[in-house]
């Protein structure tokens, strides 16, 4: 089946470490975003690649790094720089289409966990 | 398994129409509520969200959002749609508890708005 597949569901980091979270998509969607939700808030936008090869800075993207190599993976680095790295991570992808077509829905992982040892 | 039902998967309205849309969970205990709309091309932005206290929730642009416990639902409401709004609207409910987390998000509503 098609979908999108994050791992793990669960992460642990270390003070100073680098984690690097996976997001997989087989649904052939050029489009990838990276969203960031903690507790009493709404999904918070990280980073998003429209293109493999290429990405933008979203609204949080500081302490974080990404890189979109192929299509259909969009793995986000959690790095020593974000302070406050607590929080519920969800990836997502979108068919960009155009006219018409345009107005695509996202889909969504399952989401990843991570916390502070 | 924890699911959430957005009832209308196209919406089509004339401009000054009132909008209702449907979203209804599965969870029993406690839940956060949201809706999310996304604009073409764009990515996700949070309209209203519902945590604890006023169950009639006031969002963005207009938009409010009334959680109905007995019902499961948190359904969706504007007075008078514009032709800006039309996007493509999504529910999603979080249920935290005895160590678990799950965020579920509605196949979404897509809203055209006709000038």
């Known amino acids: 089946d098609g979908g999108i597949t994050q791992s793990p569901k669960y992460l642990f980091r270390k003070e100073g470490q680098n984690v690097t979270l996976s997001c997989e998509q087989n649904l052939n969607h050029d489009a990838m975003y990276w969203y960031r939700q903690d507790p009493g808030q709404g999904l918070r936008l990280i980073y998003y690649?429209?293109?493999?090869?290429?990405?933008q800075k979203g609204d949080i993207a500081e302490g974080y790094s990404v890189s979109r190599e192929k299509k259909e993976s969009f793995p986000l680095t959690v790095t020593s720089a974000q302070k406050n790295p607590t929080a519920f991570y969800l990836c997502?992808?979108?068919?960009?289409?155009?006219?018409?077509?345009?107005?695509?829905?996202?889909?969504f992982g399952d989401g990843t966990r991570l916390s502070i040892l | 398994a924890q699911s959430v039902s957005q009832h209308n998967h196209h919406v089509i309205l004339s401009e000054a129409a009132s909008l209702e849309l449907g979203c209804n969970y599965s969870?029993?205990?406690?839940?956060?509520l949201f809706w999310y709309v996304q604009y073409p091309g764009q990515h996700l932005q949070l309209l209203l969200k519902?945590?604890?206290?006023?169950?009639l929730v006031k969002g963005i642009k207009g938009f409010e959002a009334e959680f109905i416990k007995s019902k499961f639902s948190f359904n969706l409401r504007k007075p008078s749609v514009q032709w800006s709004d039309t996007a493509e609207y999504f529910c999603a409910v979080i249920s935290s508890g005895a160590g678990s987390y799950q965020l579920t998000f509605g196949k979404g509503t897509k809203l055209s708005v006709i000038p």
């Open positions: 519902y945590f604890s206290g006023d169950p």
């Open positions: 969870y029993g205990g406690t839940v956060n």
């Open positions: 690649s429209q293109i493999v090869n290429d990405f």
């Open positions: 997502a992808s979108q068919w960009q289409g155009t006219g018409t077509d345009s107005n695509q829905p996202q889909h």
